[in-house]
């Protein structure tokens, strides 16, 4: 018997999964979807509370019992910053969902859930895991009350990384990767890039799936094919949407690459797009956590070329599956694409062993082992803190910020701040 299957056959429970985000699917809404469908096939009873008319109709389409809300939170980056009569609805509304559903246990997808999860779940000693797909900024982990959480999981070391020093002494804190869903990126019927590309056989195809906006630096890849197009034959496909489409559209002219360039609409059927005939794909952002795309991207055998920051070198390493480059950096860039163009072998060699490394690493089963592992910790066990306890712990944690050198400017930006999800 497997160490996932005696696991299996312990406590399995409820668990209320709650998600606050946009109204689309990225990475953490991804990763969510392929752990709902996990938990349910491995007898556990999930429930999604989230605010995503998007996320809640794929949850839908897996039989997961969903609810939507609107969701807001106090002093925190998003708009409405005060607003307490939704606030206070909300935590009526969690201890009547804990009850109605009889939850075990809670999993907040990300950290603004917690205002209102946590005071709840102490209040009726219910456990608490928080799930980190991003970095916080230590003024939104005391606003969101991260202390109060019962676990801490962040998807890389780079997510964790930031906190300080014993600052999360009371509860366990540990590092679960992302596991990568073959479904989603193999198809039996993949897209011609190249033939929509108007590409030749002789013209090397560089493929980039992702979002369109500025900690991505899709303008580097423009830049880059600026500097090669006198010299080789590049074509490049950006699929996806964001706040920078106009400027990119515009950079492309402003460079001449329009015979070069072309952009498709985001579009849910990414499995045609990874199984395409692109030669290799490239993203090379300022700041990633983990990194959701080069992972399916080398699951589909594409060679990747990508940024050497926290978090994507936690997954990849230089020369080995991947080519990392510094961020920002077009000259390296540019260096690394006549590296694949010019070296076929290279390619075959980063594109099976980077497969190879996702396959092992990153599975969905060895992230749901590491997960079911927290959840039978947490389910065989009280919540460690009281709400009185809370409430203490809380004040001695906002009294030592104040006091410490570098933070008694908090309360001055409670009114400002950026996104963290």
Request: hydrophobic letters at 45%; glycine letters at 4%; one cysteine or more.
């Amino acid at each position: 018997m497997t160490a996932f299957s005696r696991q299996d056959n312990r406590v399995n429970s409820r668990i209320l999964y709650v998600h606050y985000g946009e109204n689309w699917l990225r990475g953490s809404e991804i990763v969510l979807l392929d752990l709902l469908n996990t938990a349910k096939q491995h007898h556990y009873s999930p429930v999604l509370w989230c605010n995503s008319e998007v996320l809640a109709k794929q949850a839908t389409k897996l039989g997961i019992e969903v609810i939507i809300d609107n969701f807001v939170c106090l002093g925190y980056w998003t708009t409405p910053r005060w607003n307490f009569h939704q606030y206070f609805k909300l935590l009526f509304k969690a201890k009547k969902l804990l009850q109605h559903y009889k939850i075990s246990l809670v999993h907040c997808n990300n950290g603004a859930p917690c205002q209102w999860m946590v005071p709840v779940c102490k209040f009726m000693a219910m456990p608490l895991l928080l799930h980190l797909h991003a970095r916080y900024m230590y003024r939104d982990r005391l606003t969101l009350l991260f202390h109060g959480a019962d676990s801490v999981i962040g998807v890389s070391q780079s997510v964790i990384d930031i906190f300080k020093h014993n600052e999360f002494n009371s509860q366990p804190v540990a590092v679960i990767y992302n596991g990568i869903n073959p479904q989603r990126i193999l198809s039996p019927c993949p897209r011609n890039i190249r033939a929509e590309l108007s590409a030749k056989d002789t013209d090397f195809v560089i493929l980039y799936l992702g979002s369109l906006i500025p900690r991505k630096a899709v303008e580097q890849l423009l830049y880059a094919l600026a500097k090669l197009k006198n010299h080789y034959q590049v074509k490049l496909a950006i699929v996806g949407s964001g706040s920078e489409a106009a400027k990119l559209t515009h950079l492309v002219t402003q460079l001449n690459l329009t015979h070069n360039v072309k952009f498709f609409s985001a579009s849910d059927k990414v499995a045609e797009i990874y199984s395409s005939n692109a030669d290799c794909f490239i993203s090379v952002p300022l700041e990633e956590v983990f990194g959701l795309t080069l992972a399916e991207a080398s699951l589909a055998k594409l060679p990747i070329i990508t940024s050497n920051i926290p978090g994507i070198n936690e997954i990849y390493t230089d020369q080995v599956n991947a080519l990392l480059v510094s961020p920002n950096n077009t000259d390296e860039l540019v260096n690394a694409i006549k590296s694949l163009i010019d070296r076929p072998l290279l390619r075959k060699n980063l594109a099976s062993k980077a497969q190879k490394h996702i396959i092992k690493m990153f599975s969905l089963k060895r992230q749901f082992i590491a997960f079911n592992l927290v959840y039978q910790s947490l389910l065989q066990r009280d919540s460690k803190h009281s709400m009185t306890k809370l409430i203490f712990l809380h004040t001695k944690t906002l009294l030592i910020a104040f006091l410490t050198k570098g933070y008694t400017h908090i309360l001055l930006k409670l009114s400002s701040g950026k996104s963290h999800d």
